[in-house]
């Protein structure tokens, strides 16, 4: 059984109203021991359908605040973490630097939510690209962000623009972009970072965690050993999402442990079946 929920949003995080309250009421009723509050926070995020130019930002002092009162209200009932998913850009080396050294974070997980800045969560990105080139052209961003970007501990759902492509993963295996995705596990491996396993694929109908299991496979053959799981949860009810799968699913990649952060530190757990 997994126990920790390693990644989820609350009403910090511009598309989430979760309170925190409820997100962690939820993570207790779902027999969760630990959670990590990972809102986001996307620098330089663009104008789209649904928010102005530059949302997805937050008072961090006010975060800090807001969560150390509630991890001492929730300490005999669930073991409350403090981190953050930071949105990679390849211009934002220095800005999150500086911020990730800053704040006393437990764990940062580093996302690719924009390709060329857009988002893939909106229909305007695969307008005039193939879903094959799209996602080129997004592990193609995913390398030149981490060579820019060292300040994270988890790579966030590897395979995010498959969840939204127009035949989503029709046109997807490890396989078919196995150049780009070995140059990416490498990075991670030689610089000592984990691969999140993300459950929220199995949400959004893919049937398959982010990325895909034989991503997460590919990481371990290459000597990969920090799997960080989390639902990416926005609403209470997506908490711990399919965190009965998840185990087994990290069993069938060679996996014994998974990894949780604290203070910036892994801590492997070992999944009991
Ligand atoms: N950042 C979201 C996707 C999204 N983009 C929502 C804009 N709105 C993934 O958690
Ligand atoms: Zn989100
Ligand atoms: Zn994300
Ligand atoms: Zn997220």
Redesign the pocket.
């Known amino acids: 059984m997994i126990r920790c929920d390693a990644h989820m949003h609350t009403r910090f995080s511009e598309?989430s109203d979760a309170s925190v309250h409820s997100m962690l009421d939820a993570a207790i009723e779902r027999g969760m021991e630990a959670v990590c509050i990972t809102d986001?926070l996307d620098k330089d995020f663009p104008q789209?359908p649904?928010f102005p130019a530059g949302a997805f930002l937050f008072d961090l002092g006010n975060y800090f605040q807001r969560l150390t009162q509630l991890k001492e209200e929730y300490q005999k009932k669930l073991e409350v973490r403090i981190g953050v998913e930071i949105g990679l850009q390849p211009h934002l080396g220095e800005y999150y630097k500086e911020l990730t050294e800053k704040y006393p974070f437990d764990f940062v997980i580093g996302s690719v939510?924009l390709i060329h800045g857009q988002?893939p969560?909106y229909r305007g990105f695969f307008e005039g690209r193939s879903d094959e080139e799209a996602y080129h052209e997004a592990f193609e961003v995913t390398i030149e962000n981490l060579k820019k970007i060292n300040s994270f501990d988890s790579l966030g759902h590897l395979d995010y623009v498959v969840r939204y492509g127009t035949h989503q993963a029709e046109e997807y295996s490890y396989r078919k972009y196995a150049d780009e995705i070995d140059e990416i596990l490498k990075h991670l491996i030689s610089h000592g970072k984990g691969l999140e396993m993300n459950m929220a694929g199995m949400k959004y109908g893919l049937g398959f965690p982010n990325p895909h299991p034989d991503v997460i496979r590919r990481y371990r053959e290459l000597g990969g050993e920090i799997v960080t799981i989390g639902a990416?949860a926005h609403r209470p009810e997506h908490v711990a999402f399919d965190f009965d799968k998840a185990g087994e699913i990290l069993i069938s990649c060679g996996f014994s442990y998974y990894a949780e952060f604290k203070g910036r530190k892994p801590i492997f757990k070992r999944i009991v079946p």
């Open positions: 598309d986001h789209t649904d939510h988002d969560y990416d």
